[in-house]
Every structure is written in C-alpha cells, then in structure tokens.
C-alpha cells in the first residue's frame, strides 16, 4: 500500500482519489478552496440555481464506469436526464434551428429543415468522418498515457492518417465539407469546448459534436454540481480522507522522487503525489526540481485556453423559445478569436452568447421563473500586457453591454431581471486557482498541442497529474479519462 495525496478536488482529483482507494492505497485529498469540485459547482441562491462551470454533460460512459469500479452505479447516485431538444442556435442572419439531443442524423435532418437541404446532406457526412475520427483516436490517444508522437503509432495506415488529417484546423475541415457558411460557424464553436481558436485547432475536434449528438446531452437533475457531491460521497465511503481550506504550497523531492507536500508548513510525508492542480502551476511553482524544466518549458511555449466571462440572471417570468441550451452567433465569428488570441487582448466586442436555463425545478424557485447561466468567451485575466478583469467598472459595465446585444439580437431580458451577479476570469483564478481564468488549461491551437499537453506521469518518480490541464484535456469526459489513467499508471497497491 502507498500512501497517496492528491493535490485538490476537481472532478479530476477525486475521481483519480476514488480509483486509487479501490486499488488499495492510503489516500488524502488536500484542497485549498472550502468546497470540493473545483470548476464543477451549482451555486444555488434564493430558489435559483446555477452551474457555474460545466453546463452541457456528455459522454456519460466515463463517469459510469468510474462509479460501477468503485462501488454502485452512477445512477444510483445522480439524477441522469437526457436533454431533449437540446440546443437553440440564432444565426446573425436572423436564421434559428432547434437540435435534438442525441443521434447525428437527426441533428442533421433538423440542421437540413432550418438551413437547407444540402446541409443535411453536408453534416451527415461530416458526422460520418467525425465517427472514424473517434474511434481511431479514443482507444490510442485519449483512452492511453501520452508518448508524444508515438501515441498515434497505431494509426500507422495511410488511410487513418488521411481520416485524422493532423495537418487540417477545424475551420479548413469545415470550409471543405460544409456548404452554408453558418454550418461552418456551428462546427467551430466546438474548438472553444476546449477553449481554442477554430482556425488553429486540429480538425479531429469535429469528434466533439459527434460525441455530443451520438451519445447524447445530458443534464443532471440538480445541476451538474451534483455530480462533484457524488464524487465527494464515494471517495468517503472508500475511506479516502478530505481536508479542504489546506493549501498545498510544495511538492517536496529528493534524488528517488516525490518524499511529500507541504501544507500549511507542515510536512506530509507519501509515496505518490497525484497533482489535479493546474499543470503550470504545479511545474513553476509548487516543484523546485531539474526534472521538472523540460516539461514547465513546452507548457510555456503552448497557448493558454480561453477564459470565460460568467453573469448568472435570476430571471423573472418564462422566455417562448428558450431551450435548455441556447447560442447566439455574431455576424464576425473570427473576431471573438482576434480579440481573445490576438496580439492585443480584449473583451469581445460581438460575442456568442451561450445561455444555458435548465427547466429543471430544483433549479428555480418556482415555474414563473428562469436561471440564467450566461457565458461569453473571453480573453484571459492578465495584468501584464493582458485584459485586467479587476480594473473598476469593467465588469458591470460588459454585462450591461452583454445583455444590450441579447436584446438586439431579439431576446430582451433587460426588466426582467430580478437580481444578477458577475463572474469575470479574475474570479475563477480567486477560486479554483486556474491561471488567468483559463478554463482548459492549454489550448489544442496547432497540431503538436495535444502531444505537447503534459503527461499523466511527470518526469519526477512517484508524482502524477490529472484533470483538464494535463492529458488528454478538459472538459468533464476527458477529465474522468485522465483519472483511469493515472490510476491504472499507478497501479494496484
Ligand atoms: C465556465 C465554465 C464552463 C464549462 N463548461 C463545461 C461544460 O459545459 N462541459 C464540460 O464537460 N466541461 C465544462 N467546463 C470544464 C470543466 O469544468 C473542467 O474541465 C473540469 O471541471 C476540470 O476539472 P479538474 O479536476 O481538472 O480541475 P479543477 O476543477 O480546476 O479542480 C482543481 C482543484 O485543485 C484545487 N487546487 C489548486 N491548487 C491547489 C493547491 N495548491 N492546494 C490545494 N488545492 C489546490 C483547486 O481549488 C480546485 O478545486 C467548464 C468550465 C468552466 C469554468
């Protein structure tokens, strides 16, 4: 048996910390926040309630498996709801189609009824190529330690190399099998759910809607956070012990590997440190170790995802044609990415506009009444040379922005608004400690980011890391991934 210790409680570190106590180690979980979860987390107010971090479930095979290995079923500890229709999207042209939440060729057919025939035609054949994408790609890649290059090795075959295509963006996928240029704009919203620029990141994104549409939305009754108490509740009942409010302020090291942490001054002492903080932090500042400057380098040299400007609406009365999930695309998608990617940083001008309102009755206080999640995509916090999210004013004055755009592009909410709050990028590094508010760690911009990701293992004997800033990404399935193989890289006790 060894002694483990996770260095906070994400989705990621406590599903790393579950696996692990089922294998038979002795582990801790340090986290420095007075709440598990990190960046998963429904935060509940007078009725209303809101996912602050994820909204949108997918995938749920990952998160069943995690909780039939460890115990019980996954439903017997979360309110699984399948999302039906699932997502509402307006186009600048005025266009709008409503899609269901699950199967592709439905989706298709419901995008051919809104944009046209060829469109149909067009996604499914998309969704096709996406479908091989995913199956050459999970087993090796997203399911496997990374091994740089080699991870793809048994993508040897010239025709798997011509279906991945790593040399195409998801844009230039898009532009060459997709028509209507707002079928293009939906496919690169799905580069942002890892918090990328369309036109740098790899075209084997398009696996993102084919996950989405082929094995569903999903929403958990309660919010998503429910899911973070789900986690907490099977750690406890495998013995794992929880300690939050604890800042781990060290990884302590010597010439064999990891010896411990330092938290709150005091030494613990283990055999494995499991790290689920984000991965440059742990490199830069919780390390002092050669071993370590290689891989806190590439992570240096790699775009940091996007950030996200957040306003939760406690609305009054009913919204006609809202859906669970709602988008409303700008005419100038590409100057969203200008403006969080470009050499010159700044909050949206134009933004999409992401809503997502739950019809879900644990979610508000009664039927006359909506929770709104709104989030915009947006450069990071940065104070040097970057957008300073904390500079007085600017948030309240963007969301008043915000909601003027929502009114013209036709959905005015403006008095009906029974109370709001803010939530800048500023606000998500406070809480969750994620660096500038990025939400994913680092970006997949370019074809050698995903390889270039760090490492399930570190270069330091004995210390792992897990959740949305190392291997393989972000995002709830990827994450609950990264934990079964962390686990399995440690191995049994
Ligand atoms: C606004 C927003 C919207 C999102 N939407 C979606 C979505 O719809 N669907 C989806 O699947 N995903 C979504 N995501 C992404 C998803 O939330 C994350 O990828 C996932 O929750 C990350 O989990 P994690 O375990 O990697 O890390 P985190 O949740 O970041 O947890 C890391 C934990 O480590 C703790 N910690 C850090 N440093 C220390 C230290 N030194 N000592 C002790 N503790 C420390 C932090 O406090 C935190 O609790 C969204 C995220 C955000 C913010």
Not at 47 to 64: I, M, N, Q
Not at 385 to 391: F, P, R, Y
């Amino acid at each position: 048996m060894s002694r483990v210790i996770v260095i906070g409680a994400g989705a990621g570190g406590l599903a790393a910390a579950a696996r692990l106590a089922v294998k038979g180690h002795s582990v801790q979980v340090f986290e420095q926040s007075h709440r598990v979860g990190g960046k998963l987390a429904t935060y509940r107010k007078g009725g209303f309630a809101f996912d602050t971090g994820p909204s949108l479930f997918t995938l749920p095979a990952v998160y069943r498996d995690l909780f039939l290995k460890t115990g019980s079923s996954f439903e017997e500890e979360v309110d699984l709801q399948e999302v039906e229709p699932a997502f509402g999207y307006r186009f600048a042209d005025g266009s709008e189609v409503t899609l269901p939440g699950v199967n592709p060729a439905r989706c298709a057919a419901a995008l051919g009824e809104a944009l046209g025939a060829d469109t149909e035609r067009d996604w499914r054949a998309l969704m096709d190529r996406a479908g091989k994408m995913w199956r050459l790609t999970r087993e090796p890649f997203l399911q496997s330690p990374l091994d740089g290059w080699k991870t793809l090795l048994p993508l040897a075959k010239p025709a798997d190399v011509r279906t991945i295509a790593p040399w195409s963006t998801l844009r230039g996928l898009g532009r060459s099998m997709l028509s209507d240029p707002r079928a293009v704009t939906l496919l690169d919203r799905y580069a942002t759910y890892t918090g990328s620029d369309p036109r740098k990141a790899p075209a084997v994104l398009a696996t993102v809607p084919y996950v989405e549409q082929e094995f569903g939305a999903w929403h958990l009754g309660g919010g998503l956070g429910t899911l973070a108490d789900a986690l907490e509740r099977r750690c406890l009942d495998l013995g794992v012990d929880i300690h939050t409010g604890t800042d781990v302020t060290n990884i302590t090291t010597n010439d064999v590997g990891v010896t411990g942490v330092v938290v709150g001054g005091e030494h613990h002492a283990c055999e494995i440190v499991v790290a689920n903080a984000d991965a440059g932090t742990v490199y830069h500042d919780l390390l002092d170790d050669p071993r370590a400057r290689k891989a806190a380098r590439s992570i240096d040299r790699s775009d940091t995802s996007l950030a996200g400007f957040v306003l939760l609406l406690a609305v009054r009365g009913r919204t006609p044609g809202l859906q669970h999930h709602n988008v409303w695309f700008p005419e100038n998608y590409d100057d969203e990415f200008d403006s969080i990617f470009g050499r010159d940083p700044r909050p949206v001008e134009d933004p999409a506009i992401y809503v997502c309102a739950p019809d879900d009755p644990l979610m508000r206080p009664d039927e006359d009444h909506e929770s709104w999640f709104v989030l915009i995509n947006a450069p990071r916090h940065d104070l040097e040379g970057g957008v300073d999210w904390t500079h007085a004013g600017l948030a309240d004055s963007y969301a008043d922005h915000i909601l003027d755009i929502l009114a013209r592009r036709g959905t005015d909410v403006r008095n009906r608004i029974v109370w709001r709050e803010v939530r800048t990028p500023a606000d998500l590094e406070d809480s969750v400690r994620a660096p500038g508010g990025s939400i994913y760690g680092t970006a997949s911009n370019g074809p050698r980011a995903a390889f270039a990701r760090p490492a399930n293992r570190s270069p330091v004997p004995g210390l792992f890391l897990v959740g949305g800033s190392s291997h393989p990404g972000g995002g709830l399935p990827l994450v609950g991934m990264s934990a079964e193989i962390t686990a399995s890289l440690i191995g049994r006790a």
